[in-house]
C-alpha cells in the first residue's frame, strides 16, 4: 500500500518558474527522501531528510519536513526543461523498505 | 563506479510461464531491495535482503512469487505461473547499509514485464 500522497498529480510551469510539491504520509519516520524519475524507469535520489530536521538545500532544491503535520515539500528553484520527470516522495519508517507515494508529474515547458 | 544493472531491460511472456529476473548490485552494498512499479503508480516494495538472507518479504504479494540472493551479491526474482496483473516494472535498488537514519538506496533501470 502507498504511505504518501504526492500534491498536486500534475504540474505544468514555465522554464524559470519555481515548481513546488507536496507529500503527506500516514506512520512515524525515521527519514523522509525525495527520488525523480524519467521515462518510468530507474530512479535518482535527489535529498533525504531526517525525522529531526526541518530544512535541507541541495543546489536548485530544497526540502522541508513537519513531522507533526505528516508533511513534507521539496521546492525546485529556477526550473529548467530537463527537469520534467515524475518526482516521488519515500518514507523510511526503520523498516528499511521505502514506501512510496504516487508522485507529481512536473512538466517544464521551455 | 558501476551503478546497479538490471536484466532483462524487457521481458515479454505468457500467462502461466515462469520468469526470472536478475539484479546485480553495486558492488559492496550488503542490502538489496526488489520493488514493483505498476503503471502512474509510485514503487511498492516486495523484499529486501541483508546478505544472503531475506530480512523483509512481507511485500511479496503470494506464494508465486520467490527471490533468491546466495552468495549476498547478484539477486533473482522468481514468478512462477505469471499472470496478466503482474505486469509491471521491476526495479531493484542497493545500500550500503552504513546509518540506518541516513541510508540511500541506489536504484537499477528496471526489468519491464509484460504478461500476455
Known amino acids: 500500500s502507498q504511505q504518501g500522497e504526492e500534491d498536486p498529480q500534475a504540474l505544468s510551469i514555465q522554464e524559470g518558474e519555481n515548481a513546488t510539491m507536496n507529500c503527506s504520509y500516514k506512520?512515524?519516520?525515521?527519514?523522509l527522501q525525495w527520488y525523480r524519475q524519467n521515462s518510468g524507469r530507474g530512479l535518482v535520489h535527489l535529498i533525504l531528510i531526517r525525522s529531526n530536521e526541518r530544512e535541507k538545500h541541495s543546489g536548485r532544491l530544497r526540502v522541508t519536513l513537519d513531522t507533526s503535520k505528516k508533511s513534507s515539500s521539496l521546492l525546485i528553484t529556477a526550473s529548467r526543461a530537463a527537469d520534467t520527470a515524475s518526482y516521488f516522495c519515500a518514507t523510511d519508517t526503520g523498516r528499511r523498505a521505502l514506501t512510496f507515494g504516487s508522485g507529481t508529474r512536473l512538466q517544464v515547458q521551455p | 563506479g558501476a551503478g546497479v544493472s538490471q536484466t532483462p531491460s524487457n521481458k515479454v511472456t505468457e500467462k502461466g510461464k515462469y520468469v526470472e529476473l536478475r539484479c546485480d548490485p553495486i558492488s559492496g552494498h550488503t542490502a538489496l531491495y526488489w520493488y514493483r512499479q505498476s503503471l502512474g503508480q509510485g514503487p511498492e516494495f516486495l523484499i529486501y535482503?541483508?546478505?544472503?538472507?531475506?530480512?523483509?518479504d512481507s511485500g511479496l504479494p503470494n506464494d508465486r512469487f520467490f527471490a533468491v540472493r546466495p552468495e549476498g551479491s547478484v539477486s533473482t526474482l522468481k514468478i512462477q505461473r505469471t499472470e496478466r496483473g503482474d505486469s509491471a516494472v521491476y526495479l531493484c535498488a542497493s545500500s550500503p547499509k552504513r546509518l540506518a537514519d541516513t541510508d540511500t538506496q541506489y536504484f537499477g533501470p528496471g526489468t519491464r514485464l509484460t504478461v500476455l
Open positions: 506512520t512515524s519516520i525515521n527519514n
Open positions: 535482503f541483508q546478505g544472503t538472507g531475506a530480512a523483509d
